[in-house]
């Protein structure tokens, strides 16, 4: 029987990647839901961007669309492949899959729907950072009503997005079962490493949070994850 094109019932090896593909497509369902409604919130009640502090440099400029694409091509790559090829991946995307010898395919199935589970859990530290950065959320740059966020994920590591982005990235390499976000997550690393210093200057630049910010710099040395980066 075929429904929209898709044969059903659906094979072993295709639950899977219906699983994942699904995860995934929620994934992008739930971060443009939040970036819209916090983007409202953060206009409305922190004001608007001030042009002066963003940054001036080519590099500035174009870093938050670099990891932009790093993060989001691979999996909606990985979504549209499948989803066209009814949920089987294709020759040219199962070239890049991890090596299946150390594995049987019933522990790889388990392990990449833990995977899927482990996303879905994943949220609700990406809500709390949300949550607490509230009306400061901003790609780059500081807003008129600026102020230091300390609380939540903030009190022990200083870029709780980026570290979800991170872990997300992660478990899509062993969603995906695929070197490609493996690559992916390294490009977005090197990238948020060269991003952190140019968003920390530019914070410290701003008269209103300038020493609050130093401080609490001192009190949160950890970047990324906390006693790692």
């Not at 729907?113 to 994943?122: G, K, N, Q, W």
């Not at 102020?147 to 995906?176: D, N």
């Not at 992916?184 to 300038?210: C, H, R």
Request: net charge positive; with cysteine.
């Amino acid at each position: 029987m075929y429904i929209a094109g898709l044969e059903l019932p659906l094979s072993p090896s295709q639950w899977p990647e219906v699983l994942v593909v699904l995860s995934t497509a929620d994934y992008f369902r739930y971060i443009i839901t939040r970036v819209k409604q916090l983007a409202v919130i953060s206009e409305s009640r922190g004001g608007r961007i001030r042009p002066e502090s963003m940054p001036s440099t080519f590099l500035g400029r174009i870093i938050s669309p670099i990891h932009g694409l790093a993060i989001f091509i691979p999996p909606l790559v990985y979504v549209g492949a499948l989803t066209l090829n009814r949920f089987q991946q294709p020759e040219w995307m199962a070239r890049f899959a991890f090596s299946t010898e150390m594995i049987d395919s019933a522990q790889r199935s388990a392990l990449r729907v833990v995977a899927c589970a482990a996303s879905f859990a994943l949220r609700s530290f990406s809500d709390s950072t949300f949550k607490h950065l509230g009306d400061q959320w901003h790609t780059i740059g500081r807003r008129e009503k600026s102020r230091v966020v300390k609380t939540g994920p903030f009190a022990w590591v200083r870029h709780p997005g980026y570290s979800s982005v991170l872990l997300q990235e992660a478990l899509w390499c062993i969603m995906f079962w695929s070197y490609i976000p493996l690559v992916a997550l390294g490009i977005t690393a090197a990238v948020f490493a060269i991003k952190m210093p140019i968003e920390e200057s530019v914070i410290q630049k701003d008269d209103a949070v300038k020493d609050e910010y130093r401080k609490y710099m001192k009190e949160v040395p950890a970047r990324i994850f906390p006693y790692v980066w």
